[in-house]
T-cell receptor, first 110, second 115 residues
Framework: LAKTTQPISMDSYEGQEVNITCSHNNIATNDYITWYQQFPSQGPRFIIQGYKTKVTNEVASLFIPADRKSSTLSLPRVSLSDTAVYYCLVGLSGYSTLTFGKGTMLLVSP | NAGVMQNPRHLVRRRGQEARLRCSPVKGHSHVYWYRQLPEEGLKFMVYLQKENIIDESGMPKERFSAEFPKEGPSILRIQQVVRGDSAAYFC?????????????FGPGTRLTVL
């Protein structure tokens, strides 16, 4: 399974755009990149998934360069409620097992 | 439209007792997964089940831990003779039969404390 590396923590202010980058140098050809969000005392929640280029949904955007060795989760205009841990996962789409790292703790301040 | 339900939310056991954690998946979902999360750590996969079958239990300790997902009723994660190191948050997740994404729906977790 491809290992991921992401910053331990990030700080931001309300209204700013936040970009969290994840490195996955040994991503396999068939692997997809998936991001989850976890609030304190809750289970993780799926945010977005992509394979290449750019994916956008109502919550976030995911940018994946051509070499796919990294990806960037972009959260537009964050609010206090976006304070959470964000996990980057790499693996086969629809695969049964999710492998979580330690994630990035995003703290949004007023 | 209920999501994944887990109970109890908090469970306290003394060393040597048994812990039973229950998980009801999203209605219509036939795949259930159990994960364990230690403080300040990411979730670690334990076991993957479909109705009446264990598909992958590679992440589950060989001793004291067992899981089932019967034809009727919730999925059960059972820990026998608990030790302090079993203290953690245990999350259950479910997914539909043919999910094109790595999207699993997680429950709120059961926080197990072993005294």
């Amino acid at each position: 399974l491809a290992k991921t590396t992401q910053p331990i923590s990030m700080d931001s202010y309300e209204g700013q755009e936040v970009n969290i980058t994840c490195s996955h140098n040994n991503i396999a050809t068939n692997d997809y990149i998936t991001w989850y969000q976890q609030f304190p005392s809750q289970g993780p929640r799926f945010i977005i998934q992509g394979y290449k280029t750019k994916v956008t949904n109502e919550v976030a955007s995911l940018f994946i360069p051509a070499d796919r060795k990294s990806s960037t989760l972009s959260l537009p205009r964050v609010s206090l409620s976006d304070t959470a841990v964000y996990y980057c996962l790499v693996g086969l789409s629809g695969y049964s097992t999710l492998t979580f790292g330690k994630g990035t703790m995003l703290l949004v301040s007023p | 439209n209920a999501g994944v339900m887990q109970n109890p939310r908090h469970l306290v056991r003394r060393r040597g007792q048994e812990a039973r954690l229950r998980c009801s998946p999203v209605k219509g979902h036939s795949h259930v997964y159990w994960y364990r999360q230690l403080p300040e750590e990411g979730l670690k996969f334990m076991v993957y089940l479909q109705k009446e079958n264990i598909i992958d239990e590679s992440g589950m300790p060989k001793e004291r831990f067992s899981a089932e997902f019967p034809k009727e009723g919730p999925s059960i994660l059972r820990i026998q003779q608990v030790v302090r190191g079993d203290s953690a948050a245990y999350f259950c997740a479910s997914s539909p039969l043919d999910s094109p994404y790595n999207e699993q729906f997680f429950g709120p977790g059961t926080r197990l404390t072993v005294l």
